[in-house]
């Protein structure tokens, strides 16, 4: 507990701007590891309710063919800045691939920017519902300032210049821009049971959507064609967060940094490098 306490003190003396680097690593990998992947997870789903996001998702073939693929090179790369941070050799490379990968593709800058504002939002609003504390003001901040400068480095236009007016942007495009389309449906399912798959068994994934849709908004639900749940689903769910959450309180804090990287990927058991990054016909291409 004495441990926890020191990393809360830490994040709360530190600037959110200045520091925004170091409070992102403390609070996604010592503070809330867990609560972190499972709100980012969220918010690939988000993405998937803008039609011009899921069509490009879904023409690539990658959700359809390669699901686990796509999602561990995901997750590689935005753990790889998030630990090593934006300005680091190491986290520099892996934005360089990035967007070499994304410069492969008509990308409007309006997705760019939606998409970046899920990580930021998406793990605020997950983590203020179910982590074992609130987020600070300053993490908050941070989380905005980090992928902001994040952002800047994918040459992304018109990134709002301030925390709330950068979430009410981002609320802006989804009372837009979200609408079902069959691409937005083929690559959610994708995501979908392959997130299933990491709990239970195949034959149990049909009785365990609804605790999926539980955690989705009615806006997501619709666009996606999904069914709105139950009000006693979404409280079971819910409720047996809320008690991993008081459970989680009483736990001694972590030793060390709970790091994604530090994981065996099912993709790349032998690990990885940056040039192991990225669809295989890219990959192909950039080696040839």
Known sequence: MKKRMNVQKEIERLDPKADCQRIV??????????DMTRALELALFRTFAVPSIATLLDKTGEFRNATQRRYDDTSIVINEIMINGYDSERGGTFIKRMNRMHGQYEIS?????YTLSTFIYEPIRWINKFGWRK????????LYYFWREVGERMRIKDIPDT??????????????MFANA????RVANCTRDLLLSFYLPKALWKSAEPAVYALMDEPLLKAMNYPIPSDATRHRVEGALRVRAKFMRLLPKHKNPQMMTFQ???THPDGYTVEDIGPKSLRDKWAS
């Open 25 to 34: 690593f403390l609070t996604a990998y010592l503070e809330f590891p867990w």
């Open 109 to 113: 800058n309006d997705d760019f920017l």
């Open 135 to 142: 987020l600070y003001h300053n993490e908050c901040l941070a």
């Open 163 to 176: 925390y709330e007016a950068f979430e009410q942007w981002s609320l802006d495009y989804e009372n837009k």
């Open 182 to 185: 069959e691409a937005t449906q």
């Open 264 to 266: 065996q990927y099912e």
